[in-house]
């Protein structure tokens, strides 16, 4: 019975990360995830720590990563299995101390909650830049809706965020073991949760002064999103072409009777072939872009190199009122078994791990796009590309304003 309650521990905190994050987005589970896991490894040999740590990162990963399946099945949880690797050095970390989360020095306690929270977010660092990185749901991603709290990502990223709820749950472990050992009969000023409980304030109210000291705005541009909602076939079956063509076409010819529309944009691989290459798919782009709107497209690519096979690239292009291409946006960070494979050619059997019968190429640079008549530059982030600090950053260094 006693070596089943910590499995069960590590699994509820599984649960409870999956529901702080989307559909369900309970932001209030992110600060109490973690309680069950540090109880189920406090005292626990460092092995058996990995392990219950490895386990809640896949109950994590497999119920909010569902969504790949139509991907593939194998990949899913083969990705499930990996990412949840980075929960382990935080879990070896709680099993570490001898006196299990116990003691009531103070101090000692404080050290050992900063330590949780920097191992954390280290790990988290190291998923998002491993092997090109997944950072998908960051434990601080959880928070989203708060904007007051979301704010310390300017000083230290999502990592900052992540690390504070680190530190908020290690408290709160802290305070129930000491009640739990006895150490705690009765309450008095407990040190250990008012420092959680001050950073979490500290925090809010640096948020609400950046919320409160916003800049003027600046003029907007007024863009319609095109979303044709084709839906998934299975086993990567195409789609019906005709059927993303006149999505798009009757969408984008509803949304040009908006007064003062600025832009259009169509997302990620929207038409189904490779615009550069299709009469069919350029002939649509340029009818549509006849309307006079600049129309920003998601189309692959592909660029001969050498007079064998061509590089092919998940792109965004920029074509203005007169159907011409004025940019390309090759998409610099490609999902892992869903647009390349790692290793592949090298690993015996990696490809059955993925549909798709070869690699996409990452594109290098962020490029900056400028509408006709219009100055200020913007970038394209593709897909999950959003979720890494590094692309936004390098967009906007090279002149982006949005």
Same mark, same amino acid.
């Given at each position: 019975?006693?070596?089943?309650?910590?499995?069960?521990?590590?699994?509820?905190?599984?649960?409870?990360?999956?529901? +702080?994050?989307?559909?369900? +987005?309970?932001?209030?589970?992110?600060?109490?995830?973690?309680?069950?896991?540090?109880?189920?490894?406090?005292?626990?040999?460092?092995?058996?720590?990995?392990?219950?740590?490895?386990?809640?990162?896949?109950?994590? #990963?497999?119920?909010?990563?569902?969504?790949?399946?139509?991907?593939?099945?194998?990949?899913?949880?083969?990705?499930?299995?990996? *990412?949840?690797?980075?929960?382990?050095?935080?879990?070896?970390?709680?099993?570490?101390?001898?006196?299990?989360?116990?003691?009531?020095?103070?101090?000692?306690?404080?050290?050992?909650?900063?330590?949780?929270?920097?191992?954390?977010?280290?790990?988290?660092?190291?998923?998002?830049?491993?092997?090109? $990185?997944?950072?998908?749901?960051?434990?601080?991603?959880?928070?989203?809706?708060?904007?007051?709290?979301? %704010?310390?990502?300017?000083?230290?990223?999502?990592?900052?965020?992540?690390?504070?709820?680190?530190?908020?749950?290690?408290?709160?472990?802290?305070?129930?073991? %000491?009640?739990?050992?006895?150490?705690?009969?009765?309450?008095?000023?407990?040190?250990?949760?008012? *420092? @959680?409980?001050?950073?979490?304030?500290?925090?809010?109210?640096?948020?609400?002064?950046?919320?409160?000291?916003?800049?003027?705005?600046?003029?907007?541009?007024?863009?319609?999103?095109?979303?044709?909602?084709?839906?998934?076939?299975?086993?990567?079956?195409?789609?019906?072409?005709?059927?993303?063509?006149?999505?798009?076409?009757?969408?984008?010819?509803?949304? %040009?009777?908006?007064?003062?529309?600025?832009?259009?944009?169509?997302?990620?691989?929207?038409?189904?072939?490779?615009?550069?290459?299709?009469?069919?798919?350029?002939?649509?782009?340029?009818?549509?872009?006849?309307?006079?709107?600049?129309?920003?497209? $998601? +189309?692959?690519?592909?660029?001969?190199?050498?007079?064998?096979?061509?590089?092919?690239?998940?792109?965004?292009?920029?074509?203005?009122?007169?159907?011409?291409?004025?940019?390309?946006?090759?998409? %610099?960070?490609?999902?892992?078994? @869903?647009?390349?494979?790692? #290793?592949?050619?090298?690993?015996?059997?990696?490809?059955?791990?993925?549909?798709?019968?070869?690699?996409?190429? +990452?594109?290098?640079?962020?490029?900056?796009?400028?509408?006709?008549?219009?100055?200020?530059?913007?970038?394209?982030?593709? *897909?999950?590309?959003?979720?890494?600090?590094?692309?936004?950053?390098?967009?906007?260094? @090279?002149?982006?304003?949005?």
């Amino acid at each position: 019975m006693k070596k089943t309650v910590p499995i069960v521990a590590s699994i509820f905190s599984g649960i409870l990360l999956f529901l +702080s994050f989307a559909p369900f +987005s309970i932001t209030l589970c992110g600060w109490f995830a973690l309680i069950p896991l540090m109880l189920g490894c406090a005292g626990a040999a460092p092995r058996r720590a990995a392990f219950l740590g490895w386990l809640a990162g896949v109950v994590f #990963f497999l119920s909010s990563l569902y969504w790949l399946r139509h991907v593939s099945w194998l990949g899913t949880i083969g990705l499930a299995f990996y *990412c949840a690797l980075y929960f382990m050095p935080f879990a070896v970390f709680v099993s570490l101390r001898r006196d299990r989360w116990r003691s009531m020095k103070s101090l000692v306690n404080i050290a050992w909650m900063f330590g949780a929270a920097a191992v954390w977010a280290a790990s988290e660092y190291l998923r998002a830049i491993v092997i090109t $990185g997944f950072p998908w749901n960051l434990l601080g991603v959880s928070q989203y809706k708060e904007l007051a709290f979301i %704010q310390i990502a300017e000083l230290g990223g999502v990592y900052a965020l992540s690390a504070l709820l680190v530190f908020f749950n290690a408290a709160a472990a802290i305070t129930i073991l %000491q009640y739990l050992s006895g150490l705690r009969r009765k309450y008095r000023m407990h040190i250990e949760l008012l *420092c @959680g409980v001050l950073a979490v304030v500290l925090i809010w109210a640096f948020g609400i002064h950046k919320l409160l000291d916003r800049p003027e705005p600046g003029v907007p541009v007024r863009a319609a999103l095109i979303q044709p909602n084709i839906p998934e076939v299975g086993n990567w079956e195409p789609a019906d072409p005709e059927l993303a063509y006149k999505r798009l076409e009757e969408l984008t010819l509803f949304a %040009q009777h908006a007064p003062g529309l600025d832009l259009i944009i169509w997302p990620e691989t929207a038409l189904p072939d490779f615009v550069r290459f299709n009469e069919r798919s350029a002939g649509l782009v340029k009818k549509l872009a006849a309307a006079g709107v600049p129309l920003l497209a $998601g +189309s692959m690519d592909a660029v001969w190199r050498t007079e064998k096979e061509p590089d092919y690239y998940n792109a965004s292009m920029l074509f203005n009122p007169a159907g011409e291409l004025l940019g390309t946006y090759y998409k %610099q960070h490609l999902v892992l078994f @869903g647009e390349y494979i790692p #290793f592949e050619g090298k690993i015996p059997l990696i490809n059955a791990l993925t549909p798709i019968g070869s690699s996409f190429k +990452s594109g290098r640079t962020a490029t900056l796009f400028k509408r006709p008549g219009d100055e200020r530059g913007f970038s394209v982030l593709i *897909c999950f590309e959003d979720s890494l600090p590094y692309l936004a950053r390098r967009a906007a260094r @090279g002149g982006a304003t949005m």
